[in-house]
């Protein structure tokens, strides 16, 4: 009974950190490229461009550094990786609210990103103790957390910045993440047994045990495919807005509601859909997602107001609750148990350069060619996911 006691509180403490955490990296969205504008950068081109570097810089150094810390974490334990990623990630977003020009923005963005890695260890750590006939709720209800911190993120950034002003709210953001260090250091609790260096398998080892390699390679490039989709509208979407105005007028209030409308959604599907995912194959739920969000991108490049605008996002966040729980439920599934963390370190490397393109294209396309031409982009993004992980399911069931 004390072990399920401790999975189950495990879960709940992680569910907080991932929520606080993606709180916290969401909170400046709505106002990022509004706030580069402030740092001197006025020029249209420039600040598309500008702000899809500073959106990528985290997401880059992230997917550099995450194998290291993935691997660290499966000998060492989750937990002090945890709080490594809680306490970096406090200073670092803390500072940003400091910077006197673009220049130190991305430099910082990009320190944030060498210091992440919160969410991936925590999946692991709660995949790690959750009994395989519940990970497919219980990786559905962690990622509700992330989900939900994610997109409300920039709903309550949004609210502080027309408030209180663009730079008090990193530091609100540093203190944020600190006060999920503190949770983290006194209320989760890991029953870890270190891994000898010795014992520690080479990338190669690791891959060659896997008992579904070219499944979990497969979901690797799915999740890539994936966040390119899902980032490529995000620095142009406080713009696409103002656009939409046709004026400034509570444009991080409008952005931030707009921003976040997916989280009530997905926060309402994820469980359901992970407990549908354990019942009738996560695969399905995976497919089914992509084809939801591939015709729900399309008329998002249609809308003549942020009312329409947000109401699709809505209903975009009922196939994001579907997508990357039904993936991390299948990577659980098909991994060893003992290194966890570095599969999913993997997986979060994948998804982190998926940030990294998807800022950097939806930027550069929608200053060649305009905003909707993104969102048709997005959608032919999802179509081309949607016909690759069904041919891998295929081949993997044969």
Request: charged fraction near 10%; include cysteine.
């Amino acid at each position: 009974m004390e072990a399920k006691l401790n999975w189950k509180r495990n879960l709940y403490i992680s569910w907080l950190g991932c929520f606080l955490t993606g709180v916290s990296f969401n909170l400046v969205m709505p106002f990022m490229s509004l706030y580069i504008s402030d740092l001197g950068v006025t020029d249209h081109t420039e600040l598309n461009v500008w702000s899809g570097l500073a959106v990528s810089a985290t997401a880059l150094t992230s997917a550099l550094v995450s194998p290291f810390w993935g691997r660290l974490a499966d000998r060492k334990g989750r937990r002090l990786m945890l709080l490594r990623a809680s306490l970096g990630m406090a200073i670092t977003m803390g500072c940003l609210g400091l910077v006197q020009n673009v220049y130190q923005l991305v430099l910082l963005r990009a320190l944030n990103g060498l210091l992440s890695g919160y969410i991936p260890n925590a999946t692991a750590l709660v995949a790690s103790q959750a009994p395989q006939n519940k990970s497919g709720w219980a990786l559905g209800f962690l990622s509700t957390g992330t989900i939900s911190g994610t997109l409300i993120g920039p709903l309550i950034g949004g609210f502080l910045a027309d408030i209180f002003g663009y730079r008090p709210v990193f530091f609100i953001t540093g203190f944020v993440l600190l006060l999920t260090f503190l949770l983290t250091l006194f209320f989760l609790k890991e029953d870890f047994k270190p891994v000898i260096r010795e014992k520690m398998l080479t990338t190669r080892q690791l891959f060659q045990r896997l008992p579904s390699k070219n499944l979990v390679l497969g979901l690797f490039l799915t999740t890539f495919i994936i966040q390119i989709a899902n980032t490529s509208i995000s620095p142009i979407l406080p713009l696409y807005i103002r656009e939409l105005l046709g004026s400034d007028d509570n444009i991080s209030l409008i952005s931030g509601i707009i921003t976040s409308a997916p989280g009530i959604s997905a926060l309402i599907a994820s469980p359901y859909l992970g407990k549908l995912g354990d019942k009738i194959g996560n695969h399905k739920v995976l497919i089914g997602g992509l084809v939801a969000a591939a015709i729900i991108m399309v008329p998002m490049a249609w809308v003549q107001s942020p009312l329409e605008l947000g109401l699709l996002r809505f209903l975009l966040g009922f196939t994001t609750g579907a997508l990357m729980p039904s993936i991390n439920t299948l990577i659980n599934k098909n991994s060893p148990r003992d290194s966890l963390s570095s599969i999913f370190s993997y997986n979060q490397s994948s998804q982190s350069l998926g940030n990294v393109a998807g800022p950097l294209i939806g930027s550069s396309v929608s200053a060649a060619f305009g905003y909707p031409i993104v969102f048709y982009m997005t959608s032919l993004f999802l179509l081309g996911n949607l016909f690759f992980t069904h041919n891998m399911f295929k081949k993997h069931s044969k």
